[in-house]
């Protein structure tokens, strides 16, 4: 049963990810990385990590993808991109080479690195009839707020900081208008 | 007792991924849109954030995902401001390619 979800999952991910890269149009691209999203938060739940799954759906696929589409129809980049032509010569074959090699570099490290991975943590609750569905979130609750609550709390600084830097960034002043043209 | 045998191991999704991860590269060297570029490095954190919940059920640790939620919480930031950064750029520009981008080229 989980390798059937595996599978489903693993190939949306992967369908996703192609379609990002290569679908000419930003639109088309930003829904296939809806495509991928959905298939990590699947492959999040047969690992039983649930909040994390709802929090890839509605942080990911709702929020940020809503964004990436209010920015390309905001900004009118809704083109079809020429993907034929090749801006840099041999940049496409550069670029494979060293996707390859990092992959590569990757699943070695992953290989040598599998005899070391064995349980050494205080344990992960799984959520089953005895411990109750919502144990996963409990278990990730308490971590949060008890051993990394000042890490917690300095990222709701980090974001009121984003947000007061964005609106800066993307305001257009009335003196930012008169000064543009010199 | 097949069905036992062909299960996912952490491997299987540890190569996912990988090979996300080499996807993600691939389209951040390859495309020219800004945009598009985003949503490649948005497939590569999720490819990291992947493996993080790998590791965490493999090691039966609660802070790989612990991590991960910090990872979600500082990627939404990240790309709050390199949005905003991409509207005050291409806002009085009509092409949108990251080669054009060469005011401080000497």
Redesign the interface.
């Known amino acids: ?3 059937f979800v ?1 599978g489903c999952a ?1 190939l949306m ?2 369908i996703g ?2 379609g ?2 290569t679908r000419k149009h ?1 639109v088309h ?2 829904l296939s ?1 809806v495509l ?2 959905f298939g ?1 938060a699947v ?2 739940v047969i ?3 649930h ?2 799954a709802a ?2 759906v509605i ?2 696929a709702g ?2 993808v809503v ?2 589409l209010f ?2 129809m ?2 009118g ?1 809704d083109r079809v ?1 020429n993907l034929r032509t090749e ?1 840099l010569t041999n ?2 074959p ?3 080479i ?3 090699g ?2 590569g570099v ?2 070695a490290a ?2 040598t690195g ?1 005899g070391v ?8 609750i799984i959520p089953d009839s005895a411990t109750g569905s919502d144990a ?1 979130t409990i ?2 609750a308490e ?2 707020f008890s ?2 609550v000042v ?2 709390e300095v ?1 709701s600084v ?2 009121v ?3 007061v ?3 800066l ?2 305001r ?1 002043t009335k003196d930012s208008v008169m000064e ?1 043209p010199k | 007792m097949i069905g036992f045998a062909l299960a996912p191991t952490a491997s299987w999704y540890l190569v996912l991924s990988a090979v996300l991860f080499g996807i993600g590269t691939f389209g951040v060297l390859i495309r020219r849109n800004p945009l598009v570029m985003f949503m490649c490095i948005e497939l590569m954190l999720n490819a990291v954030n992947l493996s993080f919940v790998t590791l965490a059920r493999q090691l039966n640790d609660i802070n790989g995902q612990t991590i991960v939620f910090f990872v979600m919480v500082v990627a939404a930031a990240e790309v709050v401001v390199g949005l905003g950064i991409i509207v005050a750029i291409m806002r009085n520009r009509s092409s949108v390619t990251a080669d054009d981008l060469a005011e401080l080229k000497g």
């Open positions: 049963m989980e390798l595996f693993a991910v992967l990810a192609v990002v890269i930003p691209a930003a990385l991928t999203l990590v492959l999040f690992q039983q990590a909040f994390l929090v890839q942080v990911y929020a940020i964004l990436f920015v390309i905001l900004l980049v991109e801006p940049q496409r550069l670029a494979l060293v996707s390859l990092l992959v990757l699943v992953f290989a599998s991975l064995h349980e050494r943590g205080a344990g992960l996963n278990q990730l971590s949060i051993q990394y890490a917690f990222t980090l974001l900081v984003a947000v830097g964005t609106v960034l993307a257009r543009s």
